[in-house]
């Protein structure tokens, strides 16, 4: 019997988290594991819950779409599986591949014991689970512990399109065939969360099998409130007027507007040097916590700087303290 055909949840394991019950459920939930979610993405992700189907995220780097990977797990309480994707990744990154040094010790010591043994039963043992090396795919399908993870597999957009044909294969049916072990099947799919950049498109069909939601900037109300969330001892003169001049700044010809990860990084900058109040000054020398290219930094230098502080101040002043 492999391990996908044992039952899902073995005597003395903790039982699972009982899932959200309804949308609002969803979105209190992640606000309890610090993700600020809007009513959009809480409903998706109580639909990709339900239904069990995979949940494909795209928006610009940095808006939080892996955050809501890490979110949900916690939610859920199920373990997060992670599979990066980039250039030149293939099955067997994502998938499995045998220890081949430690099938070749295995070999040396057969032959240094004379060559005993049959044959045949040394080739099952080295083509054996003790040979085998998990990758992200194989183990969310197959869980060691027989409970269904959240597997993220972040930036699809990264990899190429063949690539992107087998991850279709193996998570139409959830499950994946070693050749020498035999089809593994999931007793119990796990949640796949998918993340685009959108750097290139991805084909149509890995997006017909997905719930889809554009992961956007946030509202200048609800970026303050990820900021408080994540640094709840901040001033709030000092959050409304972060926030401000970061959407401020994203309305400027940039090539890479600041996200909300960067939001927070600035944020805690600032926090570090006891501000209380944005200048230009400290603007221009914190500057690089935002911005990511020279190009960007050079553009917004000198009289550029002033008028956002001043365009962020006047727009922190109308937010309720």
């Not at 939930?29 to 610090?34: E, F, H, K, T, V």
């Not at 000198?302 to 365009?311: D, F, I, K, Y």
């Amino acid at each position: 019997m492999t391990k996908a055909d044992t039952p899902p949840i073995a005597d003395g394991m903790a039982p699972d988290t009982p899932l959200p019950g309804s949308i609002d459920a969803m979105q209190a939930a992640l606000g309890a594991a610090r993700y600020v979610a809007d009513r959009p993405l809480a409903t998706v992700a109580f639909l990709a819950v339900r239904l069990g189907k995979p949940l494909f995220l795209e928006g610009e780097a940095g808006v939080g779409k892996t955050e809501i990977a890490l979110a949900l797990a916690e939610t859920l309480g199920r373990r997060l599986i992670r599979l990066q994707c980039f250039e030149g990744i293939d099955a067997a990154s994502a998938l499995y591949e045998w220890n081949f040094p430690a099938q070749m010790i295995a070999i040396r010591t057969a032959e240094a014991m004379g060559g005993a043994g049959d044959a045949a039963a040394l080739r099952r043992s080295l083509f054996s689970e003790d040979y085998l090396i998990r990758r992200p795919l194989l183990e969310a399908i197959d869980p060691e512990d027989g409970r269904p993870p959240v597997l993220l597999i972040d930036e699809i957009d990264r990899a190429d399109e063949p690539f992107e044909a087998f991850l279709l294969e193996a998570l139409s049916a959830f499950q994946v065939t070693i050749p020498e072990l035999g089809t593994i099947r999931a007793t119990r799919p796990p949640l796949v969360i998918l993340t685009s950049n959108r750097t290139r498109e991805v084909h149509d069909a890995l997006k017909r099998r997905c719930l889809y939601h554009w992961v956007d900037y946030p509202s200048l109300e609800r970026e303050r409130e990820i900021l408080e969330t994540r640094l709840p001892g901040i001033a709030g003169r000092l959050s409304r007027e972060i926030v401000a001049f970061v959407q401020a700044l994203r309305a400027e010809d940039l090539f890479k507007k600041p996200g909300v990860a960067e939001t927070i990084d600035w944020a805690r900058c600032l926090t570090a040097l006891d501000a209380v109040t944005i200048t230009p000054e400290l603007v221009a020398d914190t500057v690089g916590a935002l911005l990511k290219y020279q190009d960007d930094i050079a553009r917004i230098q000198g009289e550029a700087t002033h008028r956002l502080v001043a365009q962020a101040r006047d727009s922190a002043r109308s937010l309720a303290p």
